[in-house]
């Protein structure tokens, strides 16, 4: 069982930037593909970004891309999305997903390795 503590949100004006971290413990000896997620208010858990074991490949959605950035220290067990250019529409809890279903095109959330969440809130 991996254990994912996710930080850095908080609340930031629209345009500016954030890094959010997830920091894995538990069953880490082996790197597994990685992935943020998150859910607005009212809304369903949606895909932002996944990134592949070894960090050579990376999976941004549509709605993000050019602005989010996914990125891991495989020596520090930490996987980093950073945000920039944040829009009030990115108000949500960002969640952190560890071992799930890689493929090139996609990111398939492992149902058992979630963390608790950090929110962020984009005000304009």
């Known amino acids: 069982q991996v254990q994912l503590v996710e930080s850095g949100g908080g609340v930031v004006q629209a345009g500016g930037s954030l890094r959010l971290s997830c920091a894995a413990s538990?069953?880490?000896?082996?790197?597994?593909?990685m992935g943020w997620f998150r859910q607005a208010p009212g809304k369903e858990r949606e895909f932002v970004a996944a990134i592949s074991q070894f960090g050579t490949s990376t999976i941004i959605t549509d709605s993000v891309k050019g602005r989010f950035t996914i990125s891991r220290d495989n020596a520090k067990n930490t996987v980093y999305l950073q945000m920039n250019n944040l829009k009030p529409e990115d108000t949500a809890v960002y969640y952190c997903?560890?071992?799930?279903?890689?493929?090139?095109?996609?990111?398939?959330?492992?149902?058992?390795?979630w963390g608790q969440g950090t929110q962020v809130t984009v005000s304009s």
């Open positions: 997903n560890a071992g799930g279903i890689w493929s090139s095109t996609n990111y398939v959330a492992s149902l058992g390795s």
């Open positions: 538990g069953r880490t000896r082996s790197s597994y593909p």
